[in-house]
Nanobody
Framework: VQLQAYGGGLVQAGTSLRLSCAAS????????MGWFRQAPGKEREFVAG????????FYADSVKGRFTISRDSAKSTLYLQMNSLKPDDTAVYYC???????????????????WGQGTQVTVSS
């Protein structure tokens, strides 16, 4: 699976942004997908995940209620709708795919086998 994330940018606090992640090279159907982010000087952290074909979603507490992860299997594209953005959301955002993940590991970066190149999101105050 090859992943390419895009849609980042510089926005003001309180506004919205939608990230996309295009998957190619292998079947996207039934693969658990996730979004992670990494701010300067910090470790990569889990943002959101969507489990296989179930539609079950998972969020970090810091983004719950503001971010929504979704997927369009027909377009092999993963999305992250980010609302009410805060300066603390500033980071490079990565999409990832985990064909063999178990449910308890959905928030663990090392459980994901494929990664996109990242897209920068900068939120100004």
């Amino acid at each position: 699976v090859q992943l390419q994330a895009y849609g980042g940018g510089l926005v003001q606090a309180g506004t919205s942004l939608r990230l996309s992640c295009a998957a190619s090279g292998s079947s996207f159907v039934g693969v658990t997908m996730g979004w992670f982010r990494q701010a300067p000087g910090k470790e990569r952290e889990f943002v959101a995940g969507i489990w296989r074909n179930s539609g079950n979603t998972f969020y970090a507490d810091s983004v719950k209620g503001r971010f929504t992860i979704s997927r369009d299997s027909a377009k092999s594209t993963l999305y992250l709708q980010m609302n009410s953005l805060k300066p603390d959301d500033t980071a490079v955002y990565y999409c990832a795919a985990a064909p063999r993940i178990i449910l308890s590991q959905v928030r663990v970066a090392s459980s994901y086998d494929y990664w996109g190149q990242g897209t920068q999101v900068t939120v100004s105050s």
